[in-house]
């Protein structure tokens, strides 16, 4: 992908110093589009406003934005510092993403409150992430045999398995073991779990790179000048040092919103490259770091690396507009605020359809004669809690039958196909099958 870099505001100053100016120039708020971000590679195809130029027009605009610079800790390779501005659609999405992703967010009665989402949703949306995000980065297997050897606990067969289970486990680690703080060797311990055993040099699992070996640089279309150089690795130790402690948001700096927060650190790990792979893995799980430990516990329900598979080119993009319009971050805040919005949108689509699913299979349930009451109340449970376990023993306290019903109970229920059964220690448990509610109605037929 090639992105026209777009000029400096001194770079214009020298080039339009002869050149007389319109009285445009003087009125800025005229000129300045305030429902959308242009980049100069966007905007010198279009039509300037009040008789300018396009490189007057983008002057204009780019003194505009100068104004509002927050410059971030955040440096290039030529020590020129990172910031973002805050123009109004970034503040409106800010808005949206508070309103629905932190808090107690009412969901009808599929999400009632943190502890009940983590319950019912966590299980799958970790799959769901672990998979796509691994796919972003290559791995071939399909979601169908992904998920199969996550829920059977299989070992992985091929390194995009291997990847996928990885993912997985740095997520859970993310949730478990990060805490609110983040360190140094807390990045480097999750970038060993997403890496260990797919590497080509299995030592890279957990460090960063050394000074000597080669770091991943990116190429124009022409394969010939590099668009992006990360910084030599000999910095890498001082600038994760750096970056922890952005994300730890010390008292005394400059405000900045938690959310944008977390999406620069995912923009931080991209730029810096500190790793031989597993780069842009390591900067999503520590994306939904931050917005969980920022009290967002809606984010790690959030089908971001889906959406970000499916438009991979914007994505790139966004990074590249960046890189070509003198470390201007807003470009790729937009970018990830929009994906945000959209993943918010699509897990309200999904939760409304849980809903709506629920209540049928309870209706269909109530009229089914060939379950006894406490079979039929395990399966309302269990569409209810599509992770819940149930055991011999469960099953008899919650009734107070004894060993044998229990026993009866279950086994009858798995001979339906409505539960699987395993061996847990000596024990068997009981776990409901995943797509008990499309079997439930295909029984009824």
């Known amino acids: 992908m090639y992105v026209t870099p777009a000029p400096s505001i001194s770079e214009l100053y020298r080039k339009l110093a002869s050149q007389a100016m319109p009285e445009a120039m003087a009125t800025l708020a005229d000129v300045v589009p305030r429902d959308s971000y242009l980049h100069w590679d966007k905007l010198r195809h279009l039509t300037p406003p009040k008789d300018l130029s396009s490189e007057q027009w983008w002057l204009m605009i780019k003194l505009a934005r100068s104004n509002e610079f927050r410059r971030l800790p955040l440096t290039d390779t030529e020590g020129n510092a990172f910031g973002f501005t805050l123009p109004d659609m970034v503040l409106r999405h800010l808005h949206h993403v508070d309103q629905r992703c932190s808090g107690e967010v009412g969901m009808d009665e599929v999400v009632t409150s943190e502890r009940e989402a983590g319950r019912r949703f966590l299980v799958n949306s970790l799959m769901e992430e672990a998979i796509r995000s691994s796919q972003l980065e290559g791995a071939t297997t399909s979601r169908v045999v992904a998920k199969e050897m996550l829920r059977s606990g299989r070992p992985p067969q091929d390194r995009s398995e291997r990847m996928i ?6 997520l859970e680690f993310m949730r478990e073991e990060m805490g609110d703080e983040l ?18 040099d299995p030592t890279a699992a957990g460090r960063l790179q050394r000074p000597g070996e080669p770091r991943v640089a990116v190429f124009d279309r022409d394969g010939e000048d590099p668009v992006h150089v990360p910084p030599p690795a000999e ?32 923009f931080w790990i991209a730029y810096d490259h500190p790793f031989e792979d597993g780069n842009g893995r390591t900067a999503r799980i520590l994306f939904f770091w931050a917005m969980q430990s ?9 089908p971001i690396s889906r959406l970000i598979r499916n438009a991979p080119a914007q994505y790139g993009r966004a990074f ?18 929009r994906v945000i919005e959209k993943a918010i949108a699509d897990l309200h689509i999904y939760l409304n359809r849980k809903v709506s699913e629920v209540r049928d299979v309870e ?10 009451g406490r079979q039929l109340a395990l399966l309302i449970d269990a569409v209810r809690r599509p992770t819940a376990i149930y055991s011999f023993d469960s099953h008899g ?3 107070r039958v004894s060993h044998e ?8 229920l798995v001979e339906s196909g409505f539960l699987t059964s395993r061996r847990k220690g000596r024990k068997h448990v009981f776990e409901p099958v995943p797509d008990l509610p499309e079997r439930l109605r295909e029984s009824d037929k």
């Open 165 to 170: 289970l990885n993912h997985f486990r740095a």
């Open 397 to 399: 306290r919650s009734h």
């Open 405 to 412: 019903t229990a026993r009866s109970d279950l086994r009858a």
């Open 235 to 266: 910095q890498l130790p001082e600038r994760v040092e750096l970056l922890c402690k952005f994300a730890n948001e010390n008292d005394g700096e400059p405000f900045v919103h938690p959310v944008l927060r977390a999406i620069l650190l995912h």
């Open 294 to 302: 920022r009290g967002y516990w809606l984010a790690e329900y959030l």
């Open 183 to 200: 360190t140094p060797d807390s990045i480097l311990e999750l970038h060993r779990v997403v890496t260990e055993g797919t590497l080509r």
């Open 320 to 337: 590249m507009e960046v890189e070509t319009d003198g470390g201007d971050t807003t470009y790729f805040l937009i970018h990830q605020l």
């Open 363 to 372: 209706r269909l349930l109530q009229d089914n004669a060939s379950l006894n």
